[in-house]
């Protein structure tokens, strides 16, 4: 699918914690109470049920990346609401 948006010069994560993005890919959320720490960010921790099932080819590694790269970036380049940036 291809999204026209006129104006839009790109997308972005807007008031989200890092901790969070995971719960926005709905396979992981459904693996996540599975995982044998709760705050696990299924990236290098042991005993994750999310990396468990891309081993077994249950989960698409495109995902995989898309998530890794999400959770890669460092804070500066999260967007933030300016209606909800106090400062």
Known sequence: RIIDTPGIKGFG?????????????????????????HNCTHMDEPYCAVKAALDRDELAWSRYKSYVQLMQREDEHYRVDPKNNEE
């Open 13 to 37: 994560v807007v008031d989200m914690e890092q901790d969070q993005i995971g719960d926005y890919f709905p396979e992981f959320f459904a693996l996540k109470s599975q995982c044998k720490y």
